[in-house]
C-alpha cells in the first residue's frame, strides 16, 4: 500500500487569514509598540506635534513588519538578525591553551601503549594527487553507469 509523503513541511501553517502564528504575533507586538509610544509621547511630552509622535511610532511597525516578512538569503529576518548579534558580540580572537590530559580523559594515551604504536615509514605511503583522485572518481561514475 502506498502512502503520499508531505511536500512542504518547512512552511508554516496560516492561522490568522495570511499570517501564521508567528507573524501575527509579531505584527501584533509592533502595533502595540508602535501605540503605546504614540500614546506614552502625547503624555509625557505634550508639547511634541504629531507628525514627530507618528514618525517615532513608525519605527516599531517597521521592525515588525520585517520580522514577519523580510526574507534574507532566503531565511526569515529572525535568523539574520541572531547571526548578526552572535557574530558582533562573541570574542573574534581565538586564543588556544594547552590542557594537561589526565587518566580520566578519553583521549589520554598511555606512555607504555606509546611504544607500541607501529610507525609506517614514509616509502610504503603511496602519493596521491587530485587529479589522480578526480580521474578515479570518473572511471568509478562510469562503472556505476555501465551496470545500469
Not at 508639547?47 to 516599531?60: G, Y
Amino acid at each position: 500500500m502506498r502512502h503520499k509523503v508531505p511536500q512542504f513541511i518547512d512552511i508554516e501553517d496560516k492561522i490568522f487569514g495570511p499570517l501564521s502564528f508567528r507573524q501575527a504575533i509579531y505584527i501584533a507586538g509592533s502595533v502595540g509598540g508602535g501605540f503605546a509610544i504614540f500614546v506614552g509621547l502625547e503624555k509625557f511630552v505634550p508639547i511634541l506635534p504629531t507628525i514627530i509622535r507618528f514618525t517615532l511610532a513608525v519605527f516599531p511597525l517597521a521592525f515588525g513588519g520585517a520580522l514577519a516578512f523580510l526574507k534574507v538569503n532566503k531565511r526569515p529576518f529572525v535568523y539574520f538578525l541572531e547571526s548578526f548579534f552572535v557574530y558582533t558580540f562573541k570574542p573574534k580572537r581565538y586564543v588556544w591553551k594547552k590542557k594537561e590530559r589526565t587518566n580520566g580523559d578519553a583521549r589520554y594515551i598511555d606512555h607504555d601503549m606509546k611504544k607500541n604504536i607501529v610507525t609506517v615509514d614514509e616509502q610504503y605511503i603511496p602519493k596521491i594527487s587530485r587529479s589522480k583522485i578526480r580521474d578515479l572518481a570518473w572511471s568509478l561514475d562510469m562503472d556505476i553507469d555501465k551496470n545500469k
